[in-house]
């Protein structure tokens, strides 16, 4: 069986950056609790190690404020500025690994809000990273994700935007999007935030699917661009499976195929990837 196993597959560096950040706290805490504010990334597998290392992950804003001590982490999705505002008042330590990517989309926000152009931010709006970037706009900021959500917006004339994108947006479906706008006829600004690592994994991935009989994409379920990767691979090769470790993977999925395929998201390991590459050519 021929195994191909991308490139861009795995950590990438705004991740790799983050879950380093929270093991260096580990090693040199000094006794106070270290938490982050939601799980460092979208991986059950690093999280569940940092945990059992004493590693505390906060959902809420109330647990937030109900803190008296300790070192908060940022993830590397980011947050929106009222978070660090509340940190600050409470006086506790805060160690920032928001992925430089993530953080610049931040800034380009509260810059063009300041120039007073209305943000539209594209992506998903329950993600947090999306969750974090809108909280640097103001009230007039808003987020679309499909078609339907743009041809319902009606703005004056006037209106200025400033288009951003969620770093691990499709970008095929970003420029569908924006095209949306751009016929509109607004004053339109469009800053292309898709994390260029994003699209190379997203390219890879779609050329590998079109190559093999069947299709391994491995990740976190709740992580937004594992779940994209899959989308593509999905529509390139029909034999394509989501799978967080090995033991997800049916045995009949790829036991009688010539080809298999591998990618990975953002926040899958390299020894999840190397186990699942090493299983599929030994055991089939």
């Known amino acids: 069986m021929k195994v191909i196993v991308a490139k861009t597959a795995g950590f990438c560096f705004g991740v790799e950056r983050a879950v380093e950040q929270v093991y260096e706290q580990i090693e040199k805490n000094d006794g106070r609790p270290i938490y982050t ?102 009230q007039d900021t808003i987020v679309v994700e499909n078609e339907e959500q743009i041809e319902k917006l009606s703005f004056e004339a006037k209106e200025k935007l400033s288009i951003v994108s969620q770093t691990t947006f499709n ?21 292309n935030t898709i994390c260029n690592a994003t699209q190379e994994r997203q390219s890879e991935a779609r050329r590998i699917a079109s190559e093999v009989d069947a299709m391994i994409v491995i990740g976190g379920k709740s992580s937004s661009n594992t779940q994209k990767l899959y989308e593509i691979c999905r529509r390139e090769c029909e034999n394509t499976y989501y799978i967080q470790t090995f033991d997800d993977l049916e045995p009949e999925s790829v036991s009688s195929v010539r080809s298999v395929g591998i990618t990975a998201g953002a926040s899958t390991p390299k020894n999840i990837i190397k186990e699942v590459h090493t299983s599929v050519r030994v055991k089939f």
Request: aromatic share 6%.
């Open 171 to 191: 970008y095929k479906k970003f420029q569908d999007l924006v095209e949306k706008f751009l016929k509109k006829g607004y004053d339109s600004s469009v800053l």
């Open 37 to 138: 504010y939601g799980p460092i990334i979208h991986n059950e597998e690093v999280v569940r190690d940092l945990e059992e290392k004493g590693v505390r992950v906060i959902e809420t804003e109330e647990e937030l404020k109900a803190l008296k001590d300790g070192v908060v982490i940022i993830r590397s999705h980011g947050v929106g500025k009222h978070i660090y505002d509340l940190l600050q008042q409470q006086g506790i330590q805060i160690v920032d690994a928001t992925c430089p990517f993530v953080k610049k989309i931040h800034r380009i926000v509260k810059e063009e809000n300041g120039k007073g152009r209305r943000v539209i931010i594209v992506g998903n709006e329950s993600h947090p990273e999306v969750q974090g970037i809108k909280g640097w706009g103001n």
